[in-house]
């Protein structure tokens, strides 16, 4: 089965779902550990301590730093060790990886790579337009992202599969109807250089109503 690409930004958990609370999510395999720091800002780490590997996901955040439930480690946003309550001072440099992490469209993004992100996410086409519907599915699939990316870019098994999602069956109909009255206008138009307005005026403003009928099923 092959792989999904490491070196890409992934969504890791909607924005809203992000409190100061540590949560836990796995992406590509690997355990993380979302939490906000001080600031507000989203933070993304390997979900284990240095310490004694337990997940930092069972911790909780204490002054814009993820404490460990075992031994009071505290990691801040970028995974290094901050304190160690049984110590004076942190000895060396003690850390956890930490990941690139963003929020984008209502989403907290990281970068599962192990270089430096050569760029931020790629935006969602049409987000919060007018005229444009948007839904989020948070499911468990038994599949690869590859299989489940190229289930959820099949779009017309949609309307047999799953109707009322995007459109019905019926929106093909609507389309051949659009389309035959079209060429009838265009024929009874066609030669009426008094009104202005071309056959191929008159045929592409009949497939844009056609357009809003499907949208509208």
């Given at each position: 089965?092959?792989?999904?690409?490491?070196?890409?930004w992934?969504?890791?958990?909607r924005?809203r779902?992000?409190?100061?609370?540590?949560?836990?999510?796995?992406v590509?395999?690997?355990?993380?550990?979302?939490f906000?720091t001080g600031?507000?800002r989203?933070?993304?780490?390997?979900d284990?301590?240095?310490?004694?590997?337990?997940?930092l996901s069972?911790?909780r955040?204490?002054?814009?730093?993820?404490?460990?439930a075992?031994?009071g480690?505290r990691y801040?946003?970028?995974?290094a060790c901050t304190l160690?309550?049984?110590?004076?001072?942190?000895p060396g440099?003690?850390?956890?990886?930490?990941?690139?992490?963003?929020?984008?469209?209502g989403?907290?993004?990281l970068?599962?790579g192990?270089t430096?992100?050569?760029?931020?996410?790629?935006p969602f086409?049409h987000?919060g337009?007018?005229?444009?519907?948007?839904?989020?599915m948070?499911?468990?699939f038994e599949?690869?992202?590859?299989?489940?990316l190229?289930n959820?870019?099949?779009?017309p098994?949609t309307?047999y599969?799953?109707?009322?999602?995007?459109?019905?069956?019926r929106?093909?109909v609507?389309?051949e109807?659009?389309?035959?009255?079209?060429r009838?206008?265009?024929?009874?138009?066609?030669?009426?250089?008094?009104r202005?307005?071309?056959?191929?005026?008159v045929?592409?403003?009949?497939?844009s109503r056609?357009?809003?009928?499907r949208?509208?099923?």
């Amino acid at each position: 089965m092959s792989q999904p690409p490491r070196e890409e930004w992934y969504i890791a958990a909607r924005s809203r779902d992000l409190d100061r609370r540590p949560r836990a999510a796995t992406v590509l395999g690997a355990p993380v550990v979302l939490f906000r720091t001080g600031d507000g800002r989203a933070a993304a780490l390997a979900d284990r301590c240095a310490h004694r590997n337990l997940a930092l996901s069972r911790g909780r955040v204490v002054d814009g730093g993820l404490e460990c439930a075992y031994h009071g480690w505290r990691y801040d946003g970028l995974g290094a060790c901050t304190l160690i309550p049984s110590l004076p001072e942190v000895p060396g440099r003690i850390g956890v990886h930490a990941y690139p992490t963003v929020e984008a469209d209502g989403f907290v993004w990281l970068f599962a790579g192990q270089t430096r992100p050569a760029g931020s996410p790629r935006p969602f086409p049409h987000l919060g337009e007018r005229g444009w519907t948007t839904f989020v599915m948070k499911n468990r699939f038994e599949a690869g992202a590859l299989a489940c990316l190229e289930n959820f870019l099949d779009c017309p098994h949609t309307a047999y599969v799953h109707q009322g999602w995007f459109r019905s069956a019926r929106a093909k109909v609507a389309k051949e109807k659009c389309t035959r009255q079209s060429r009838l206008r265009m024929r009874s138009q066609r030669g009426s250089a008094s009104r202005g307005t071309s056959a191929r005026q008159v045929l592409t403003k009949s497939f844009s109503r056609a357009e809003q009928q499907r949208a509208s099923i």
